[in-house]
């Protein structure tokens, strides 16, 4: 079965930086768009950044410049570089595929921006 494991999520001062990093066992990420979607409490999931098989990328507008999703196909690994994160950054990120049928969701990590 497919299980998706997020990574990488933590404290950080608003301004800092972090990397989020998903992995997955019997699935390749080469071959489907995949993205990193966000949930803060009380509020719907949001879809983050998205990544084709052949690198093109797309963002939410709110982190644009600020974030960058990437994949190593060697690793079959989804990164998040998170640059100057904001307080309306905090939430439990998630990876999963961006378009066609979603895989069973992960536990997802949680990114807390203080002020």
């Known amino acids: 079965q497919v299980q998706m494991v997020e990574s990488g999520g933590g404290l950080v001062q608003a301004g800092g930086s972090l990397r989020l990093s998903c992995t997955a066992s019997?699935?390749?990420?080469?071959?489907?768009?995949m993205a990193w979607f966000r949930q803060a409490p009380g509020k719907q999931c949001e879809l983050v950044a998205t990544?084709?098989?052949?690198?093109?990328?797309n963002y939410e507008d709110s982190v644009k410049v600020r974030f960058t999703i990437s994949s190593d196909n060697a690793k079959n690994a989804l990164y998040l570089q998170m640059n100057s994160l904001k307080p309306e950054d905090p939430a439990v990120y998630y990876c999963?595929?961006?378009?066609?049928?979603?895989?069973?969701w992960g536990q997802g990590t949680q990114v807390t921006v203080s002020s």
């Open positions: 999963n595929t961006g378009s066609g049928v979603s895989l069973p």
């Open positions: 019997m699935f390749r990420f080469s071959i489907r768009t």
């Open positions: 990544i084709t098989s052949s690198t093109d990328t």
